[in-house]
């Protein structure tokens, strides 16, 4: 079992690695929805896309839940639920990537879903490059 601090440092390391790739990403939609709304129709058209990105956010995904499954102490609970949604979202694809084509075809079907998520992004990244770099 780790020690508090090594604990607090995992939390440090994935915030410092998770939020700035999620504050660029929401970044980039909301100054290039367009680009991000084609670039979603032609990945949920490819099954190789589909199929890839579950692989990739498998194996994301359990490396994170693998070095911080944990469900207490604040901030740092947002990394473990994000590595389990990684998980589940990466076996969904693997599995039953029908379903992602549909489900995501449906949401991302208005010009709205683009923006929510793109603030969700910078919201989510931002709060956690914060807890990493400036804590």
Same mark, same amino acid.
């Given at each position: 079992?780790?020690?508090?601090?090594? +604990?607090?440092?995992?939390?440090?390391? =994935?915030?410092?690695?998770?939020?700035?790739?999620?504050?660029?990403?929401?970044? @980039?939609?909301?100054? !290039? @929805?367009?680009?991000?709304? +084609?670039?979603?129709?032609?990945?949920?058209?490819? *099954? $190789?896309?589909?199929?890839? #990105?579950?692989?990739? #956010? /498998?194996?994301?995904? /359990?490396?994170?839940?693998?070095? *911080? !499954?944990?469900? #207490?102490?604040?901030?740092?609970?947002?990394?473990? &639920? /994000?590595?389990?949604?990684?998980?589940? @979202?990466? $076996?969904?694809?693997? &599995?039953?990537?029908?379903?992602?084509?549909? &489900?995501?075809?449906?949401?991302?079907?208005?010009? $709205?879903?683009?923006?929510?998520?793109?603030? =969700?992004?910078?919201?989510?990244?931002?709060?956690? #490059? /914060?807890? @990493?770099?400036?804590?």
């Amino acid at each position: 079992m780790p020690a508090k601090g090594q +604990d607090m440092a995992t939390s440090t390391y =994935l915030a410092k690695l998770i939020g700035p790739i999620f504050l660029a990403i929401g970044i @980039g939609m909301l100054v !290039n @929805g367009p680009f991000y709304r +084609d670039l979603i129709t032609e990945a949920l058209a490819s *099954h $190789v896309l589909i199929y890839l #990105s579950g692989v990739l #956010s /498998l194996l994301a995904g /359990l490396a994170v839940v693998m070095a *911080h !499954n944990r469900w #207490s102490g604040g901030w740092p609970v947002i990394i473990t &639920v /994000l590595g389990w949604l990684m998980v589940i @979202g990466g $076996v969904i694809r693997i &599995v039953v990537p029908q379903l992602v084509q549909t &489900v995501a075809g449906t949401i991302y079907a208005g010009r $709205v879903a683009i923006t929510g998520v793109a603030i =969700l992004c910078v919201a989510l990244g931002g709060f956690l #490059s /914060l807890k @990493g770099y400036f804590q």
